[in-house]
């Protein structure tokens, strides 16, 4: 009799046991259902932004193409400004010289005619036997 109450107790305590086992299982898995539950919500609540703001980037797709058009007329026209502002410039340039050619042309004839004109005074000088009285020294 004892030992049918020995294995009565015993199997009374397996049963508790497995009672317990199968509680905690129960709950651990009620635990990790809500965990991917939870996960699953918040991975959906990232996608839905994500979504909304490539919509969002979609949709101002031809905004920003005109942006980038009218930025590309504006750096061409500017280009264009630029080339034209150094045509101009370069054209002074020849103009200056020419100008600069010139006037170096009429110092160097102003030059030799003063010098024509003080070896002629010279010459008149010496004609009236005024040798040693000179306008100027040759150069």
Same mark, same amino acid.
């Given at each position: 009799? @004892? %030992?049918? +109450?020995?294995?009565?107790? $015993? =199997? #009374?305590? &397996?049963? !508790?046991?497995?009672?317990?086992?199968?509680?905690?299982?129960?709950?651990?898995?009620?635990?990790?259902?809500?965990?991917?539950?939870?996960?699953?919500?918040?991975?959906?609540?990232?996608?839905?932004?994500?979504?909304?703001?490539?919509?969002?980037?979609?949709?101002?797709?031809?905004?920003?193409?005109?942006?980038? @058009? %009218?930025? +590309?007329?504006?750096?061409? $026209? =500017? #280009?264009? &400004?630029? !080339?034209?502002?150094?045509?101009?410039?370069?054209?002074?340039?020849?103009?200056?010289?020419?100008?600069?050619?010139?006037?170096?042309?009429?110092?160097?004839?102003?030059?030799?005619?003063?010098?024509?004109?003080?070896?002629?005074?010279?010459?008149?000088?010496?004609?009236?036997?005024?040798?040693?009285?000179?306008?100027?020294?040759?150069?």
């Amino acid at each position: 009799m @004892r %030992a049918l +109450a020995a294995r009565a107790e $015993a =199997a #009374r305590k &397996d049963e !508790a046991h497995t009672v317990q086992l199968e509680s905690k299982h129960a709950q651990d898995t009620i635990y990790n259902a809500d965990q991917l539950a939870a996960f699953k919500t918040g991975i959906d609540v990232d996608v839905r932004a994500e979504l909304a703001r490539a919509e969002r980037l979609h949709r101002d797709t031809d905004s920003r193409a005109a942006t980038y @058009r %009218a930025q +590309a007329q504006a750096d061409a $026209a =500017a #280009r264009s &400004d630029l !080339a034209d502002k150094a045509a101009a410039l370069d054209r002074q340039l020849a103009q200056g010289l020419g100008v600069v050619a010139e006037l170096g042309g009429h110092l160097r004839r102003r030059d030799a005619e003063v010098a024509a004109l003080c070896s002629q005074v010279n010459t008149e000088r010496r004609l009236s036997g005024d040798d040693h009285d000179t306008a100027c020294t040759a150069p």
